[in-house]
């Protein structure tokens, strides 16, 4: 019994001895790589910790979605950078979802020139550095917009100028506010449907019926808004929400990029789904546009939907080159402004290392337990 047992230790020390020692070796690398750093800001008289973050700041924030002044402290400069990022990447990641499905769709098309279109645009976007094409469209096409004096106007809702994009801002009265929380309640709820028992309901015609009402919900907020038009005056724009040529580039150059290979990993799943299943819908009287939407789409997002999730946490991780063009990301204005400043180099980029990380496993657990749902179902 005692030599079986001992046997045993030995099997588990060859099998797992090189294992854990990789980790205890790696974990002695990185508490002295922590020890020297510390011990480099004492020698420098800088101090260890996370005290700084409520020092005044003393740097303005060019934009942000909460109120910002040089008065304030690090922890809220932080704070404005990490919305910046959010929205950036939210936004980013919605227009590239939308684009990537429509070029994945004209690159399956059986029009020739729309076919061929899509390819080029792809073929050329995943091939260029996102950094060149940043740099195209914040220099060459946002920098290019005519002064305030002659900006162009979208209908009522929209000027473009050098100063960026001004738009519509919507102020919600008391109807808005009931209906856009009414909407947002019914996008949740078609989300969370369960399979309905018996067949009598299915759960797409009530996640149908939901989303309709969901619909009409969001455009009655948007009729019951009090829109703040951007008006005109001589040199300057008063009124709206003024979108900044930084924030335009960025999101622009992020989403187009993103769009390609989300296009090539929407195609794989397209072209995963056998050929019978167009054919048998076909045969039961469904159009092209009611076979796509219905039989072959759901089937391709479930294929896709690894591969869309790496390119979502990609497009978070790719939102820090903001910097590069001036636009107050978290990478920006804590990764760099901040640090230049504090000289905190190992907490500041501990925090901002710590936050990407966290978003960017926010985005894997979610997809994974999408993925693992639609397998289930």
Known sequence: MAASSREAGKSFLRRHGIEYGVYVASACIVAALAVMAIFTLRARGIHAGFGFLWDTAGFDISFGLIPYDATKTYARAFLTGLLNTLVVSAVAIGLATC??????????????????????????????PLLLQLFVWYFMVFGALPPVRQSLRLGSFA???????????????????????????????????????????RKSTVRSALAI?????????????????????GFNVSGGLTLPPEFAA?????????????????????????????????????????TLRLVVLPQAIRAALPALGNQFVNVVKASSLAAAVGFPDLMQVFGKTTLNQTGQAVEVIGITMAVYLAIS?????????????????
């Open 250 to 290: 960025l999101i622009t150059a992020l989403a187009i990029y993103a769009a390609a290979f989300i296009g090539e990993a929407f195609r794989s799943g397209f072209v995963s789904v056998p050929a019978g299943q167009w054919e048998a819908a076909q045969s039961l009287g469904l159009g092209r546009f009611a």
């Open 213 to 233: 009402a969901a619909v009409l919900l969001l455009v009655a907020a948007g009729a019951f808004a009090d829109w703040d038009m951007p008006v005109q005056r």
């Open 99 to 128: 684009l990537g499905l429509g070029l994945a769709i004209a690159r399956l098309s059986e029009d020739p020139p729309l076919r061929a279109l899509a390819t080029v645009v792809t073929e050329l976007v995943r091939n260029t």
């Open 159 to 201: 000027l473009l100028n050098n100063r960026g994009i001004v738009v519509a801002a919507p102020g919600l009265n008391a109807a808005g506010v009931a209906c856009l929380a009414a909407g947002v309640i019914a996008i949740l709820v078609a989300a969370a449907t369960p399979r309905l028992p018996g067949g009598f309901l």
């Open 361 to 377: 496993l926010a985005i894997s657990g979610v997809v994974h337990r999408s993925e693992a749902r639609r397998w289930r179902t």
